[in-house]
């Protein structure tokens, strides 16, 4: 069961200067919303709403007596509109790079206003979910406790933007749209020694072909059947789109920022890399942001958060322990 609510949302206006309205559907897990701390968690791009409970992607991380435990949290999910997920009634076709990463932040933003939310204890999310975690703290720099952007950085890097160039040329040209775009994106979210580690070269006889390339079908079989071509456009928009110093420079921003910021990283990401985000950090130091910098060791990539829950969740529980159970 979905239990999805949702916010409608009558007159969005988007940076680029179109209006329409949103439909910003979201899930609720743990604690009532406004008894325990709030806990805001961001989708990756292929995800949702659904972050725990039996199908939840991010369940060994969320859950009863897990890192983030929903015994001591309330967790909300928003899904990035436009995702799909529990209806297709809500997709935004061909007006998708009328949007950036800011306006989705600014949507999220919108909906707390309806949820009569002020503030959060944390907000977190992985890849392009962590450039909204960042793009939240810009617009609203007093709203959150601790922010912790995860695999991701504050920008879209030249590399990021190449790659989500070369995926949307994907989407838009290929007779075979989701499952060539996931096969690309494969390569970008594991390492050469992960495919080493898992295949080593190994052969499939029945299908003729590597156990590499069998693989990477699956991928792209599986995704087409549960993901809509409108949504990956999206979301691989706001994906290239991220940048907290769109209007303002970096430092400007995060001098604002009132959040612990908590930024992790993997140390063989190829898609944000960890040397980015350790200039960041230092960066951060430099203006004196509360911050501090933790890596996930793995040789998985940037899926590794996805992947490395028992080293995601060391990293995290010193700040989910230390909460009391007041609201935040």
């Known amino acids: 069961m979905l239990n999805l609510k949702t916010i409608h949302i009558a007159n969005f206006v988007t940076k680029s200067g179109k209006a329409r309205p949103i439909e910003l559907s979201y899930q609720t897990f743990g604690q009532v919303l406004g008894s325990a701390p709030i806990v805001l968690v961001n989708h990756a791009l292929t995800g949702n709403s659904n972050v725990c409970g ?4 991010w369940k060994d991380l969320i859950g009863d007596n897990k890192c983030i435990d929903t015994n001591q949290y309330s967790i909300l999910a928003f899904n990035i509109p436009g ?3 529990g209806s297709y009634e809500n997709l935004i076709e061909d007006n998708y790079k009328d949007f950036v990463a800011n306006d989705i932040a600014n949507i999220f933003l919108l909906g707390l206003k309806e949820l009569h939310i002020e503030s959060l204890y944390a907000v977190i999310g992985g890849s392009v979910g962590g450039g909204l975690t960042w793009e939240l703290a810009a617009i609203a720099p007093n709203l959150i406790k601790h922010l912790i952007p995860v695999a991701t950085d504050w920008k879209s890097t030249d ?3 190449a790659n989500c160039y070369l995926q949307d040329n ?3 040209n290929s007779s075979k749209p989701i499952e060539d775009a996931r096969i690309h994106a494969m390569m970008c979210y594991r390492t050469p020694q992960s495919f080493k580690y898992k ?4 052969f499939n006889e029945n299908l003729d072909v590597f156990n590499i390339e069998s693989w990477l079908l699956h991928h792209g079989e599986k995704l087409r059947n549960r993901f809509q071509l409108s949504a990956y456009k999206l979301i691989n928009q706001i994906l290239r789109t991220i940048d ?3 209007d303002k420079s970096f430092e400007e921003v995060v001098s604002e920022i009132q959040s ?4 992790v990283a ?3 990401d190829l898609f944000f890399t960890a040397d980015e985000n350790k200039e960041t950090f230092n960066k951060l130091k430099e203006l004196n942001v509360k911050s501090s910098y933790h890596e996930i060791k793995s040789i998985h990539g940037h899926d590794a958060f996805l992947i490395e829950f028992d080293q995601l969740s060391k990293l995290l529980s010193p700040i989910f322990k230390n909460s009391s159970k007041k609201v935040a």
């Open 54 to 57: 039996e199908d939840g992607w």
């Open 83 to 85: 995702n799909g997920y």
């Open 159 to 161: 590399w990021l933007v």
């Open 170 to 172: 994907i989407l838009n």
């Open 199 to 202: 295949f080593n070269r190994t």
């Open 244 to 246: 907290i110093a769109r």
């Open 260 to 263: 612990h910021i908590h930024i």
């Open 266 to 268: 993997v140390d063989n």
